[in-house]
């Protein structure tokens, strides 16, 4: 049987709430949060949340939009719930709530976080009242806050924890305290000093916006505060806490090891903003277009009698598996980044394909013919089979030094991006492709081209 | 003509800067750091640094060892020195330095950070000594705060920006102070906070550690300070900076889009965490344990006379272009999980694996038949053509829906880890692939198998 969320408020937040449990199967029902802003957070968290998934995430729920809070809640087994600002129209709220929920229902609040016994005093039921903190987006941040004061059993507190749990979340249960949460009081400290060191002209918001993206924080995200060797010694309680262990976390074996581990979670996170060219990875992106040694246009090819450089790289960290080798599927990407380079080489570009056609895969046969470690330099040359009409008929050899590692035959065709049917390529593309074919026609037929899976 | 630094000093530190040099195709000369610690560090620095880069670095720069500083820095462009603790040493290292290096060779002093001037005044060359603080791993993380005084030109500390900037670090020029960096500066107060937190007992180290990982840091990562909404509002410097649009950064153009793209970098980061199984990846690959429900043995498939379920999940985020469309290499890397998931059915579980045996993919021919966009969910069906000796003839279909978007065809071979050669799987894995082969006899042929690129 499913189960049931009400959610009361709290705009954007309430309503990654409400899809927080909407996705985890629950029924939700929702009041107080305005319908078209529930529905623009809902198709972003749809977007996102199953992306965290390696498996598919159960049907999602039902979803209902109720008057009131009072008409909201019935049934349900956890109300979120954002009060009012005032203290005597909050506590009416929690009034209403728990005097129309089921007594056992859980109810965690958003805000007042520093005045949970405040609220509870007056409640109904103050013993199922929790402060309950997420942030935002709260369908993608694990952390969640859970703070209970005395008048809280550990029953209560054990429940929330796993249903919050039981949707993916990190519950972190502590004492009420009035200066908030942990989190909370960690961002204001950051706050706090960044606020000083611009009023007192120390620094600039862009400085300060470089220091902590380009920065040592890149490192905590992965080994959180046991390992990170840039903390400085001027904090002793913090020294004496380090060699005492009180940050361990499970080590490998050795500091060696424990330094690769830490690279490759950094680098893992590098290359992850780098593919969405945001923070540090904005950075790396532009290094690459200044290290890019390969050639850009056909003339600048020079002989075009061999099949043509399309790739010299590593092969990067993430690219490996548990043994090191490069994993099947990165042989693929590649490639693909060989095709990519061959096309802008004929003149499919950024520019060329923004103005609405491509050249897309339609076949593909790979030959694993040898394995390839991290970090190792590869490199792709492409021989054109066939570049004809609505046809390119591509043959890449990747290599490491002389050593054939894998060959990638690919059928790709010409299509319009609105259409997404075949159509043929404007001159400016189909041109240099006959050009390069043409070129390449003399050159002996691949090994391996043109052959099925298990046929000799 | 390749350029030279010397490195002087500063243990992993010291060793860090000079792989950023050599890597980026300087020549090095080491002195008071020992050898095997600088092999330590090249050797990790050699994996990971390149890692980086999806184009090639240059090639390395030669590397040697000295003496002493005097005898390192002869013909340098850059001294990179980490100074002794006592002032006078201090001073009398930085003279023999800038007595033996070239007049405008740029010195920059990892450590003494807040002390510039009183090092600078003893100095015979003040003009070319900076403070150039990075952080630990030297040869990852792209931030150097570059510390300039009175007694340094504008043009001594654009030329050190030129030369980190080349090597794809990211300096940031600053006047020098007494408290250090900016980046010293949030890490200690963060580390304060922290501290008092667990000497007040308001927090443990392990939930201060969850704080930081799974908690909106994640979200600093990406958007820096500009843009993200879990600061409070109690810094009114800060929310007038805010307000002001101090920390602005080319938008999107609607909070819609801008909160699609701060999510997009979310899941980046966490499915980046997540393939380390590091910080917050580890919370989420533990859901997914929770969450599957494809079988994981031949027993629990139910009808072992069709096609098995091998995959069920949604195409995440990044696994599309920047049309959305899955890219190219994301249909092998499904079809990688499905031929898993079939190898973890018939008994080549990682147990198996870890026994020194394995099934290798020779072979793959992939037809794309449809394109599929992020969100959505797909399925994989595997049909087994051949499981006989030391080969395994797989056939994916992958769907959505009752769409099917591409075949994977797939010739395995059954090896040996250590000998890389192939050899006869063992009973527990032959017999089910026996079992599931023999069940599947009767299936027709598929449409696309055994078909070569371009051949109907």
């Given at each position: 049987?499913?189960?049931?969320?009400?959610?009361?408020g709290g705009?954007?937040?309430?309503?990654?709430?409400?899809?927080?449990?909407?996705?985890?199967?629950?029924?939700?029902?929702?009041?107080?949060?305005?319908?078209?802003?529930?529905?623009?957070?809902?198709?972003?968290?749809?977007?996102?949340?199953?992306?965290?998934?390696?498996?598919?995430?159960?049907?999602?729920?039902?979803?209902?939009?109720?008057?009131?809070?009072?008409?909201?809640?019935?049934?349900?087994?956890?109300?979120q719930v954002t009060l009012p600002d005032g203290t005597a129209e909050a506590g009416q709220l929690l009034q209403?709530i728990q005097?129309?929920?089921?007594?056992?229902?859980?109810v965690g609040l958003s805000n007042w976080v520093g005045q949970l016994s405040v609220l509870q005093d007056g409640a109904?039921?103050p013993g199922q009242v929790l402060s309950v903190r997420?942030?935002?987006?709260?369908?993608?941040?694990?952390?969640?806050e859970v703070l209970s004061g005395a008048a809280n059993?550990?029953?209560?507190?054990?429940?929330?924890?796993?249903?919050?749990?039981?949707?993916?979340?990190?519950?972190?249960?502590m004492r009420a305290r009035r200066d908030g949460t942990v989190?909370d009081r960690?961002?204001k400290?950051?706050?706090?000093?960044?606020?000083?060191?611009?009023?007192?002209?120390?620094?600039?918001?862009?400085?300060?916006?470089?220091?902590?993206?380009?920065?040592?924080?890149?490192?905590?995200?992965?080994?959180?505060?046991?390992?990170?060797?840039?903390?400085?010694?001027?904090?002793?309680?913090?020294?004496?806490?380090?060699?005492?262990?009180?940050?361990?976390?499970?080590?490998?074996?050795?500091?060696?090891?424990?330094?690769?581990?830490?690279?490759?979670?950094?680098?893992?996170?590098?290359?992850?903003?780098?593919?969405?060219?945001?923070?540090?990875?904005?950075?790396?992106?532009?290094?690459?277009?200044?290290?890019?040694?390969?050639?850009?246009?056909?003339?600048?090819?020079?002989?075009?009698?061999?099949?043509?450089?399309?790739?010299?790289?590593?092969?990067?960290?993430?690219?490996?598996?548990?043994?090191?080798?490069?994993?099947?599927?990165?042989?693929?990407?590649?490639?693909?980044?060989?095709?990519?380079?061959?096309?802008?080489?004929?003149?499919?570009?950024?520019?060329?394909?923004?103005?609405?056609?491509?050249?897309?895969?339609?076949?593909?046969?790979?030959?694993?013919?040898?394995?390839?470690?991290?970090?190792?330099?590869?490199?792709?040359?492409?021989?054109?089979?066939?570049?004809?009409?609505?046809?390119?008929?591509?043959?890449?050899?990747?290599?490491?030094?002389?050593?054939?590692?894998?060959?990638?035959?690919?059928?790709?065709?010409?299509?319009?991006?609105?259409?997404?049917?075949?159509?043929?390529?404007?001159?400016?593309?189909?041109?240099?492709?006959?050009?390069?074919?043409?070129?390449?026609?003399?050159?002996?037929?691949?090994?391996?081209?043109?052959?099925?899976?298990?046929?000799?």
């Open positions: 049987m499913p189960r049931r969320a009400a959610i009361i705009g954007p937040a309430g309503a990654g709430w409400a899809a927080r449990f909407l996705l985890a199967g629950w029924d939700v029902a929702l009041s107080d949060i305005p319908e078209t802003l529930a529905s623009a957070v809902f198709e972003n968290a749809r977007r996102a949340l199953p992306s965290l998934s390696d498996v598919a995430l159960p049907a999602e729920g039902q979803l209902s939009f109720h008057a009131n809070a009072a008409a909201a809640v019935p049934g349900a087994d956890w109300i209403a005097t129309a929920c089921p007594p056992d229902a859980i109904p039921h997420a942030f935002d987006p709260v369908y993608l941040l694990p952390l969640v059993s550990s029953a209560v507190v054990d429940r929330a924890v796993g249903i919050l749990s039981s949707m993916g979340m990190y519950p972190l249960p989190t960690l961002l400290g950051l706050l706090r000093d960044v606020a000083q060191m611009i009023r007192e002209e120390e620094a600039t918001p862009a400085e300060l916006h470089a220091a902590i993206q380009y920065g040592p924080l890149l490192d905590l995200l992965g080994t959180g505060l046991s390992d990170s060797n840039n903390f400085g010694s001027s904090e002793s309680v913090f020294e004496h806490l380090l060699s005492q262990n009180a940050f361990a976390t499970p080590h490998t074996s050795s500091p060696r090891s424990a330094d690769q581990h830490r690279d490759e979670t950094l680098v893992t996170l590098l290359r992850g903003l780098k593919a969405r060219d945001a923070g540090a990875g904005k950075l790396l992106n532009a290094q690459d277009r200044r290290l890019d040694r390969l050639p850009l246009t056909l003339d600048a090819v020079g002989d075009l009698s061999q099949p043509v450089p399309t790739l010299h790289r590593a092969v990067p960290l993430d690219w490996t598996d548990y043994n090191g080798h490069m994993t099947e599927a990165r042989y693929l990407h590649a490639f693909g980044e060989a095709t990519d380079r061959l096309m802008a080489l004929i003149g499919c570009d950024m520019a060329y394909v923004a103005s609405g056609v491509s050249f897309f895969t339609a076949e593909t046969h790979i030959r694993h013919l040898d394995e390839v470690r991290a970090g190792i330099r590869i490199n792709i040359t492409t021989q054109v089979l066939l570049g004809l009409g609505k046809k390119m008929h591509l043959f890449h050899r990747m290599y490491a030094g002389d050593r054939l590692l894998a060959t990638g035959e690919h059928m790709l065709i010409h299509v319009s991006l609105t259409t997404r049917k075949a159509c043929l390529p404007d001159d400016r593309v189909a041109l240099p492709l006959t050009r390069l074919a043409q070129s390449h026609a003399d050159l002996p037929w691949p090994e391996g081209a043109g052959r099925a899976v298990g046929r000799k």
